[in-house]
């Protein structure tokens, strides 16, 4: 997953780019630093945001690399993204890259109704439903993608 521009303390904090970050947060255990309890994924870089992404790097790369901001080619994004998709949690890595497609594609293409039945779209959607239905499955009842 990447993200166009910096997220957390002092940073851009488009609402895609904070999407992605709090996506990846909860998709990381809590155990490697991830968010716990998980995050709302909302797009707004509040104080859990913000206090859950420090806390990530605290748990990863200590005092050293600890300043609250996630920079799109930096050593947090990286982990980030290493840690969202190892063992069981590579099914929801796979949800995230999907979203991830599925969010460069709004950028780029219009939505219509047309769009979603018959065109870009409806192969977009679909191939997102399928991995969520089989995401939620695989899961049983944990808490997934909202």
């Known amino acids: 997953m990447d993200i166009q521009a910096s997220v957390g303390n002092d940073g851009a904090n488009g609402r895609t780019d904070v999407e992605s970050i709090q996506l990846l947060l909860n998709a990381v255990p809590a155990a490697a630093g991830g968010a716990d309890p998980d995050l709302k ?12 992404i420090l806390h990530f ?3 990863q790369f200590g005092n050293r ?11 947090t994004m990286s982990k980030l ?12 890595a796979e949800v995230l890259e999907a979203l991830d497609d599925f ?3 709004a950028r780029n293409h219009p939505i ?3 769009s979603l039945e018959y065109g870009h779209w409806r ?17 049983g009842g944990k808490k997934g993608v909202a």
């Open 41 to 52: 994924v909302d797009g707004i870089c509040g104080p859990k945001t913000k206090a859950a």
């Open 57 to 59: 790097q605290l748990r």
């Open 65 to 75: 690399l600890a300043d609250g901001k996630v920079d799109p080619a930096g050593p």
């Open 81 to 92: 993204n290493e840690l969202a998709g190892r063992g069981e949690d590579s099914a929801h």
């Open 103 to 105: 969010i460069d594609s």
């Open 112 to 114: 219509s109704l047309s």
């Open 123 to 139: 192969h977009k959607a679909e191939r997102f439903k399928k991995l969520l239905d089989s995401y939620s499955h695989t899961q």
